[in-house]
């Protein structure tokens, strides 16, 4: 299983970016996938995560309303937008296949994004 993901970068307070990760090595579509951000320090975050089907999507509570995670089975891609974004934001993001409920087995490299004030 191989988890890649990309579209991070330098932005400013209150911009966007749209996260892409997309996999291989694995029947995409039997999985949920998440999102987690790392910040050098600390422990890892859950950020947001969907089911197979896309049908359902779960948010922490510190990115609710501004991030939108989505899905393409078709593609073996996830996605996460990000609007509004703060300087708190600042972190590694990694995409995550869900093994079973809120548990993941494969990580991929992560991309770095950064918020300026």
């Known amino acids: 299983v191989q988890l890649q993901a990309s579209g991070g970068g330098l932005v400013q307070a209150g911009g966007s970016l749209r996260l892409s990760c997309v996999a291989s090595?694995?029947?995409?579509?039997?999985?949920?996938m998440g999102w987690f951000r790392r910040v050098p320090g600390k422990e890892r975050e859950f950020v947001s995560a969907v089911t197979w089907s896309g049908s359902s999507t779960y948010y922490a509570d510190s990115v609710k309303g501004r991030f939108a995670i989505s899905r393409d089975n078709a593609k073996n891609m996830v996605y996460l937008q990000m609007n509004s974004l703060k300087p708190e934001d600042t972190a590694r993001y990694y995409c995550?296949?869900?093994?079973?409920?809120?548990?993941?087995?494969?990580w991929g490299q992560g991309t770095r994004v950064t918020v300026s004030s």
């Open positions: 090595g694995l029947t995409f579509d039997d999985y949920g």
């Open positions: 995550a296949r869900e093994l079973a409920a809120a548990e993941y087995d494969y």
